[in-house]
């Protein structure tokens, strides 16, 4: 009798234990930004208007969070239609040789108070890179308009350089920065797997 006992607690310590949950983003209130700077003087925003991205934690505090991204690169938006025409064109995205764009993360790690050093690759262009971002985590609260549902807020910030995936290489710098700087704020609902 004391092995099962035994058993069953051990079942149901572990099922606690690695429980996990998939957070995906709620596309009203989250957005993907990115900056550049324009001859070296003005910086110049725009945004993806298409994505899809999930967090999987089994922690409250997303300390454990495994993030993947898939972006349709021809939702670019910088509010300016002939830009955005030539950043979907072979110059720049080729959005018709590379409709998408994803990133997963590989590690998380502590970096203060609700703050986290997020790795990851990014594969852009067909090019696969690691890259270092800053994660935030915003706080859990209710949400109101989906019957009370959780929602966690997720900002996730870092930079760039175009020139390590070849986008746009038929600009230099003192035209287009070669850093971007990117920043993307999610409110996440969530599923129990």
Same mark, same amino acid.
């Given at each position: 009798?004391?092995?099962?006992?035994?058993?069953?607690?051990?079942?149901?310590?572990?099922?606690?234990?690695? !429980?996990?949950?998939?957070?995906?983003?709620?596309?009203?209130?989250?957005?993907?930004?990115?900056?550049?700077?324009?001859?070296?003087?003005?910086?110049?925003?725009?945004?993806?208007?298409?994505?899809?991205?999930?967090?999987?934690?089994?922690?409250?505090?997303?300390?454990?969070?495994?993030?993947?991204?898939?972006?349709?690169?021809?939702?670019?938006?910088?509010?300016?239609?002939?830009?955005?025409?030539?950043?979907?064109?072979?110059?720049?995205?080729?959005?018709?040789?590379?409709?998408?764009?994803?990133?997963?993360?590989?590690?998380?790690?502590?970096?203060?108070?609700? !703050?986290?050093?997020?790795?990851?690759?990014?594969?852009?262009?067909?090019?696969?890179?690691?890259?270092?971002?800053?994660?935030?985590?915003?706080?859990?609260?209710?949400?109101?308009?989906?019957?009370?549902?959780?929602?966690?807020?997720?900002?996730?910030?870092?930079?760039?350089?175009?020139?390590?995936?070849?986008?746009?290489?038929?600009?230099? !710098?003192?035209?287009?920065?070669?850093?971007?700087?990117?920043?993307?704020?999610?409110?996440?609902?969530?599923?129990?797997?």
């Amino acid at each position: 009798m004391k092995k099962l006992t035994l058993f069953f607690t051990f079942l149901f310590v572990s099922v606690g234990l690695f !429980a996990q949950t998939t957070w995906t983003a709620d596309p009203y209130h989250s957005k993907l930004g990115f900056t550049v700077t324009h001859l070296g003087i003005a910086d110049v925003p725009g945004h993806f208007n298409a994505y899809d991205v999930s967090i999987v934690s089994a922690k409250d505090d997303f300390s454990d969070a495994t993030i993947e991204l898939t972006v349709q690169t021809n939702s670019i938006d910088t509010r300016v239609e002939p830009r955005d025409n030539h950043l979907r064109s072979a110059d720049f995205f080729d959005v018709e040789k590379h409709p998408t764009m994803t990133f997963k993360s590989t590690s998380i790690k502590k970096a203060g108070k609700d !703050a986290y050093t997020l790795e990851g690759n990014l594969t852009l262009l067909g090019v696969s890179k690691p890259v270092t971002m800053t994660m935030k985590y915003r706080g859990t609260t209710e949400n109101p308009n989906a019957d009370g549902a959780p929602v966690a807020g997720i900002q996730i910030t870092g930079k760039i350089k175009r020139s390590d995936f070849g986008l746009g290489s038929g600009f230099p !710098a003192p035209m287009i920065s070669d850093e971007v700087q990117i920043k993307a704020d999610g409110e996440f609902g969530h599923k129990k797997n």
